[in-house]
């Protein structure tokens, strides 16, 4: 079946710090790759994306490539600020669409100013 | 534009008994899905509703049942309550196969 794996945290940055999270994936076919964010008291917001291999998705300073060969979809960020700290799950649908999302554990990031 | 709401914010209920949680899907939107978070973890698929009918269901046992509505409303049941259902349960919709959008979850506290 289908899972995500993510890297544990809770990871602790300073502001304008390098961010990276790692996630790598088993999946069936051709899965649509996402990374979601929590923020405290709220629901789940679509960060970015990516339906393919060699995609790079994107928003917000936020990037992560779809990388086939080693089934990952790291999430990096050049420069964290203090509104960044939040709850960052990855997430794969499989190809076809119809299934659900199936999540990582997620990360708990934290930005010090 | 609203976007996904989801009705009663926060419940308390009692082992045994039965829950009823809504889900009202972002304008234009036409599938519903339902999800499971536990504390501490990441959001379980529970089941997705299109044309008013359950497309797709998680590993989640027959306690927990749900319906669409022909105005693309949804709602979750679970019936036979255990502590360990306690969880923040999130809808997402979407158009059809497309990105989902979530809603602030229903906090479900089983005493």
């Known amino acids: 079946g289908n899972s995500v794996t993510q890297m544990e945290g809770p990871v602790t940055l300073s502001e304008e710090a390098f961010l990276t999270i790692n996630c790598t994936y088993t999946?069936?076919?051709?899965?649509?790759l996402f990374w979601y964010v929590q923020y405290p008291g709220e629901g789940l917001q679509l960060l970015l994306k990516?339906?393919?291999?060699?995609d790079k998705g994107s928003n917000k300073g936020f990037e992560a490539t779809y990388r086939k060969e080693t089934t990952s979809f790291h999430l990096e960020k050049g420069s964290v600020q203090v509104s960044d700290s939040a709850v960052y799950f990855c997430?794969?649908?499989?190809?076809?669409?119809?299934?659900?999302?199936?999540f990582g554990k997620g990360t708990h990031l934290i930005i010090q100013p | 534009d609203a976007g996904v709401t989801q009705s009663p914010t926060h419940l308390i209920k009692t082992r045994g008994q039965q829950v009823t949680l809504r889900c009202s899907p972002k304008?234009?939107?036409?599938?519903v899905s339902w999800y499971q978070q536990a504390l501490g973890q990441g959001p379980q698929f529970i089941f997705q509703?299109?044309?008013?009918?359950?497309?797709q269901r998680g590993n989640f046992p027959d306690r927990f049942s749900g319906h669409q509505f022909p105005n693309y409303s949804s709602e979750l049941n679970v019936n036979a309550l255990l502590l360990g259902d306690s969880a923040l349960y999130l809808c997402?919709?979407?158009?059809?196969?497309?990105?989902?959008?979530f809603g602030p979850g229903t906090r479900l506290t089983v005493t």
């Open positions: 999946a069936t076919g051709y899965p649509s």
């Open positions: 990516a339906t393919k291999a060699d």
């Open positions: 997402a919709s979407s158009l059809g196969w497309e990105e989902q959008y």
């Open positions: 509703y299109y044309e008013e009918e359950e497309r």
């Open positions: 304008s234009g939107h036409d599938t």
């Open positions: 997430a794969l649908r499989s190809g076809g669409g119809a299934d659900g999302l199936t």
